[in-house]
T-cell receptor, first 109, second 116 residues
Framework: EDQVTQSPEALRLQEGESSSLNCSYT??????LFWYRQDPGKGPEFLFT???AGEEKEKERLKATLTKKESFLHITAPKPEDSATYLC??????????FGDGTTLTVKP | DSGVTQTPKHLITATGQRVTLRCSPR?????VYWYQQSLDQGLQFLIQ???????AKGNILERFSAQQFPDLHSELNLSSLELGDSALYFC???????????????FGEGSRLTVL
C-alpha cells in the first residue's frame, strides 16, 4: 500500500528563518510527487510536481527536491504569508494519488 | 481561483438525513475526484470518475455514492448521515485519467458538512 509520511506535523518559524519540510514515501511505481499548499478552510493549491530523483523545482521562496525515498520542501527567508499547511502527495503508476497529513507552518513576524 | 466549483459551501443537517454535494470541474477536465477531510484526519480519497465512468474507489462508505454526468459535473450523495460524517468534502479535477499534468489536481473550495 502506498504511504506518505510528512514531518514535522507543525513548524513555527520566525520571519526570515529558513527551514525544510520532509515527505517520506513508499509507492508501487512513482509516477509523480506533488506539493500543495492549503490555507485554513480552503482547498489545496498545487505548487510543484517532481518526477524523478534529483529533480528540483523553485517558486519564489520555495524549493522542492526529490530523492528515491523522500522529498524536501525548503523555505528560504519565509514571510508570514507563507503560513499554511503544506501537503505532499504521490501518484502511483496505477494513477492513484495518496496524500500525507501535512505540515502546518506558522511564520511569526 | 482553481476553476472548480463546489456547492453548497456550507451545509448543516441532522443525523439520518441525506445530502447531495455538487461539483463542476475545470473546463476541459475529464476526471473528477472526491476527498473527505476531517479535523483529525488528512485528505481521504473517496472516489474518482473519468468521463462519466467510475475509475477508482478509496475509503468510501456504502452509505455514500457518486456519479459523473454527461456534462462532466459530479454529485456526491451522502445518506443515513452520522455525526462522524461531519467534514470538509473536496472535489478536484484533472484533465486526464492519470491526472492533469500528470497528477496535478485542482481543488474546489470544499463543502463543509455539519451533522447535528
Amino acid at each position: 500500500e502506498d504511504q506518505v509520511t510528512q514531518s514535522p506535523e507543525a513548524l513555527r518559524l520566525q520571519e526570515g528563518e529558513s527551514s525544510s519540510l520532509n515527505c517520506s514515501y513508499t509507492v508501487s511505481g512513482l509516477r509523480g510527487l506533488f506539493w500543495y499548499r492549503q490555507d485554513p478552510g480552503k482547498g489545496p493549491e498545487f505548487l510543484f510536481t517532481l518526477y524523478s530523483a534529483g529533480e528540483e523545482k523553485e517558486k519564489e521562496r520555495l524549493k522542492a527536491t526529490l530523492t528515491k525515498k523522500e522529498s524536501f520542501l525548503h523555505i528560504t527567508a519565509p514571510k508570514p504569508e507563507d503560513s499554511a499547511t503544506y501537503l505532499c502527495a504521490v501518484q502511483s503508476d496505477a494513477g492513484k494519488s495518496t496524500f500525507g497529513d501535512g505540515t502546518t507552518l506558522t511564520v511569526k513576524p | 481561483d482553481s476553476g472548480v466549483t463546489q456547492t453548497p459551501k456550507h451545509l448543516i443537517t441532522a443525523t439520518g438525513q441525506r445530502v447531495t454535494l455538487r461539483c463542476s470541474p475545470r473546463s476541459g477536465d475529464l476526471s473528477v475526484y472526491w476527498y473527505q477531510q476531517s479535523l483529525d484526519q488528512g485528505l481521504q480519497f473517496l472516489i474518482q470518475y473519468y468521463n462519466g465512468e467510475e475509475r477508482a474507489k478509496g475509503n468510501i462508505l456504502e452509505r455514500f455514492s457518486a456519479q459523473q454526468f454527461p456534462d462532466l459535473h459530479s454529485e456526491l450523495n451522502l445518506s443515513s448521515l452520522e455525526l462522524g460524517d461531519s467534514a470538509l468534502y473536496f472535489c478536484a479535477s484533472s484533465f486526464s485519467l492519470l491526472g492533469g499534468g500528470p497528477g496535478e489536481l485542482f481543488f474546489g473550495e470544499g463543502s463543509r458538512l455539519t451533522v447535528l
